[in-house]
């Protein structure tokens, strides 16, 4: 048997490049893949956390705001609830200080009707006895007629009154 030496030497120079490669190359490559694999699965791992994380803030958030919607739709109704307080309040008062100021217009017309009647009266009760001294010729003293000028005042009285 013809031994190739060349080829077996070859082979076995393969063999051994095959076993340090292997002890010093293959295994520090394999670390790496390893490590890379394991950065990535805690990477991913992260990403699958802070994603979680982001969902109950965002459930928070969403909570917080229906809170805050409600909170100012309650604040609204509260504001125009006081606000139709306010006016009707504003217009009772308004009415209460038009029936007052009605009533003293009222009182104070009345009170100006019985001096022009009074007035009216005196002149009435001037012109009568004016006139009756013409008639009669002689003046008359009121002093002395006065239960007649009261009469007379009296039935001129019922006449304007009526």
């Known amino acids: 048997m013809n031994v190739n030496w060349t080829l077996a030497f070859q082979a076995v ?11 010093l190359v293959y295994q520090s490559v ?3 893949l390893d490590k890379r694999k394991k950065t990535i699965s805690d990477d991913l791992k992260a990403a699958e956390s802070m994603k979680e994380e982001a969902r109950k ?8 705001m ?4 409600a909170r100012g739709e309650e604040e609204r109704r ?5 606000a139709k307080r306010e006016k009707e309040d504003i217009i009772e008062t308004a009415k209460k200080e038009g029936d007052r100021l009605r009533k003293k217009v009222e009182k ?3 009170l100006e009707v019985k001096k ?3 007035e009216l009266r005196r002149e009435v009760a001037g012109l009568s006895v004016a006139l009756a001294g013409k008639i009669l ?18 039935k001129a009285g019922d006449m304007i009154d009526g």
């Open 13 to 23: 120079s393969f063999l051994i490049l095959l076993f340090l490669l292997k002890k």
């Open 30 to 32: 394999l670390d790496t």
């Open 57 to 64: 803030i965002k459930a928070e958030y969403e909570a917080l």
């Open 66 to 69: 229906d809170k805050a919607r």
């Open 78 to 82: 509260e504001i125009v609830d006081a």
């Open 108 to 110: 104070e017309l009345s």
């Open 116 to 118: 022009a009647r009074e």
């Open 137 to 154: 010729e002689e003046e008359v003293d009121a002093g002395k007629h006065g239960k007649m000028i009261d009469r007379f005042l009296e």
